[in-house]
């Protein structure tokens, strides 16, 4: 099976028993796996007011867009990717490390982005911004707060809890 990327995506972060985390500004990644070539991460993502990430299909065709603009590497059109996925949350370090890109590296708006950012300096605020801080993120991916999910409907409307523990 191929990737179909859903119509919409909500994100729901709450404690670890469940209840909602009413928290703005967390940052979230989607993690596709490519089938040929390399795996495209789109980024980012961010939670509202109510602790939830609304994500529309342009928003995240834009971010493939983006990644394709970068010429990091060499990628496949993400419809080619495997239809399993992963929803991060996004470390601090990370954020660190985007910061640091967009500031030195891209220090542009790339194609796509400007479909869901008016400027670089507003995208990087964003990341500079961002409360994923009072969340306890590790480094380490394999252990990071998670969702998998495989997108294999055309148009789908997917909704997700993405359970994560607070800063003590």
Request: glycine share 2%; proline share 4%.
């Amino acid at each position: 099976m191929t990737l179909h990327l859903p119509k919409s995506v909500s994100v729901q972060i709450a404690h670890l028993d469940g209840r909602p985390l009413r928290q703005a500004g967390v940052v979230l990644s989607i993690q596709t796996f490519a089938t040929h070539k390399n795996d495209i991460r789109l980024f980012p993502f961010l939670t509202d007011e109510d602790g939830i990430a609304r994500i529309t299909q342009a928003d995240m065709r834009a971010e493939a867009v983006a990644t394709y603009d970068s010429g990091l590497m060499d990628y496949s059109a993400i419809e080619t990717a495997h239809e399993m996925i992963e929803i991060h949350l996004v470390s601090c370090s990370e954020l660190a490390l985007a910061i640091d890109a967009r500031t030195r590296s891209w220090t542009s708006l790339l194609k796509g982005e400007n479909t869901r950012w008016r400027s670089i300096e507003q995208l990087v605020e964003t990341l500079r911004t961002a409360t994923n801080h009072k969340l306890v993120i590790p480094d380490a991916l394999s252990i990071r707060p998670k969702v998998r999910a495989r997108w294999n409907q055309p148009d789908a409307t997917c909704e997700y809890l993405l359970r994560v523990r607070t800063q003590p």
